[in-house]
Structure formats: C-alpha cells, structure tokens
C-alpha cells in the first residue's frame, strides 16, 4: 500500500546532540510537510516543501532545519535540541493543492534527555 | 484567512451511544473540510472530508459530517460509540483556492473518552 513511514518510531537524543529524522512516501506527492506536535496540542506546521522549494514557517527556530534529496525521502534536523522540543513529529503529504487533505506518517516520538 | 473552532475540548460518552463532536468553521473562501482522528502516540488518520460535494459526508468506522454552510459546521457524528473510538479528533478546514501551497488549519482537537 502507499504509505508515508516515519523512521524510527521513538528517538531518544541527548541535550544539544543533533539528531535527524527521517520520512519517506510512495504516493509520489509533490509536497512534504514536517508538523511538530506537543502533549495534548493540535500539531503546528514547521515547514513543507513543494517539490524542491523550500518554505519556512515565520515562526520555526532556526534551530530546525530539513532536506528533500528526492520527491521520497524528506528529513529533519534538529541542529541543538532543547528539552522545549521533545515533541511527536510528524510528517505529512499531500499531491499539489491539498483538497483531498494531506497523509500522514506514524509518527516520531522524540524525547530529549 | 481560514479558522477551526472545536468547542469541546473533552467528550465523554457511554459505549453504544451516540457521538458528537462539535466543529465550527470561518473561510474566506469555500473551504474543504476534514476530520483526523489520533490514537495515543499515533500518527493522523483521515477520517472523513468534505470538498464541495454532498454536503453529508461518510466516513471510515461509521463517523459522518454534516457540512452546514448557514451555520459553518462541520460536526462529527457517529450513532454508535465503541470503545476503540477512543482517541483525539482533530477538525481540519483549508481553503479552496488556487495558487500556492494550501495550508491546512487544525482545531484544539476533542478528546474522546468512551466509557464501558
């Protein structure tokens, strides 16, 4: 089946160890969006990339960064991570213009130590 | 600019009884409309979605929406609670105009606890 898979399921990083997550998806969509999501809160849109372009939330830290080295894989680093980003990640797709709403992956849980 | 108001953060119900989950709405533009449901430590499932087509949208797991323009709601209903129904439901809208990137708007999401 189609599928966004988000690797690993759990990480466990150390205060200020850069750590880098990984999404990979086999619907061919044109955009991939990383979202972080906090306990008990509606996840917030980090960044997404529409094809190669690269576009940035206002408010992401810069702190956050990522990288699509093909329509499949999408990843995200976290340069210096604070125990304010243990957080579930989640990456999500979508085909053009999200109408039809976007897929998501499982999940990353990570929790910083 | 598009908004998603869940007015109920919590939701408690009795397992065989009905659901409803409330959602409201604001788009400057006809908006697409979807529910998410998140299972603890899960990722987000698509539910059900609403695009300008039939205003009573059928979902997965036997959840349906009614998109009310005159009230701009979405709300989420099922007749029946199973305990598996237990989750985090999330009302989504997003814009449907063209150009760039659509962003989607999330609601606070409702927690929904079914008791036995």
Known sequence: DAMVIQNPRY????????VTLSCS???????????????SQAPKLLFHYYDKDFNN??????????????????FLDIRSPGLGDAAMYLCATSNHYPREGYTFGSGTRLTVV | ??????????????????????????????????WYVQHPNKGLQLLLKYTSAATLVKGING???EFKKSETSFHLTKPSAHMSDAAEYF???TANYG???????FGTGTLLAVQP
């Not at chain 1, 998806?25 to 306990?39: A, C, E, F, I, P």
């Not at chain 1, 408010?59 to 699509?68: G, L």
């Not at chain 2, 919590?10 to 788009?27: F, I």
């Open chain 1, 57 to 74: 939330e206002a408010d992401t830290p810069d702190n956050f960064q990522s990288r699509r080295p093909n329509t499949s894989f999408c």
């Open chain 2, 1 to 34: 600019a598009q908004s998603v108001t869940q007015l109920d953060s919590h939701v408690s119900v009795s397992e065989g009884t009905p659901v409803l989950l409330r959602c409201n709405y604001s788009s400057s533009y006809s908006p697409s409309l979807f």
């Open chain 2, 91 to 93: 009302c989504v809208v």
């Open chain 2, 63 to 65: 959840f349906e929406a």
């Open chain 2, 99 to 105: 150009g760039a990137t659509n962003k989607l708007i």
């Open chain 1, 25 to 39: 998806q086999t619907l061919n969509h044109n955009v991939m969006y990383w979202y972080q999501q906090k306990s």
């Open chain 1, 11 to 18: 990480q466990v990083t150390q205060f200020g160890k850069p």
